[in-house]
Structures are given as structure tokens and as C-alpha cells.
């Protein structure tokens, strides 16, 4: 297993989590119950972590991570298959369900 990112909160590693798992990717979130611990960890060591299974597809969540950092809601990604734009951070169709590239 290999750390890929230590989120903010838990709901933003829940996203990342079932993201990374929609690619494919196994994951697992740890420190999910250790901010009732702040205070007698350091903040750090609280901060809840995406960890893989496999270490072979290490760069393929880093990718995945930085293009989720860095998709904008203005540009727009057409639908391969219904053709309807999208906003560009969508990993999925609105309309169709469908997804997207990227």
C-alpha cells in the first residue's frame, strides 16, 4: 500500500476515495475517526489519508489527483455519448450518466 494524499477533511477524502475506486483504482481511507483525537495528536497525524493497494497504479492516481485539482467548472467536456457539454471537474454525464473523458 502507498499514501497518495492526505486530505483536508473527511468528506474531501471521501470524494477522492470514490473517485480513484470509479477508476478502478483500490483504496482505503485511514484517520477516518481520529480528529476526536485532535488535540492529543498533533494535526498532522489526524488528517484523514488516501492509500492504495496497489502500488502499481501510484501514478495513475497521482494523475487522477492533479486532474481533479486542476478541472475548472467553466471548461466545458462534451459528452461522448449523448454530446451534452459539461462542466469541466464532471466526471460524469448530467444528462446521460454516461462518462466522460479526461
Do not use: K
Amino acid at each position: 500500500m502507498r499514501r497518495v494524499h492526505i486530505a483536508p477533511t473527511l468528506l474531501d477524502a471521501q470524494l477522492i476515495s470514490d473517485t480513484l475506486a470509479s477508476l478502478g483504482i483500490p483504496n482505503h481511507i485511514l484517520n477516518v475517526h481520529a480528529s476526536g483525537a485532535l488535540g492529543d495528536l498533533p494535526f498532522m497525524q489526524a488528517q484523514p489519508e488516501i492509500w492504495i493497494e496497489d502500488d502499481a497504479q501510484t501514478e495513475r492516481a497521482r494523475e487522477a489527483l492533479l486532474h481533479m485539482q486542476t478541472a475548472s467548472a467553466s471548461d466545458g467536456a462534451p459528452c461522448p455519448r449523448c454530446g451534452e457539454t459539461n462542466p469541466g471537474n464532471f466526471l460524469s454525464c448530467w444528462n446521460c450518466g454516461g462518462a466522460l473523458g479526461g
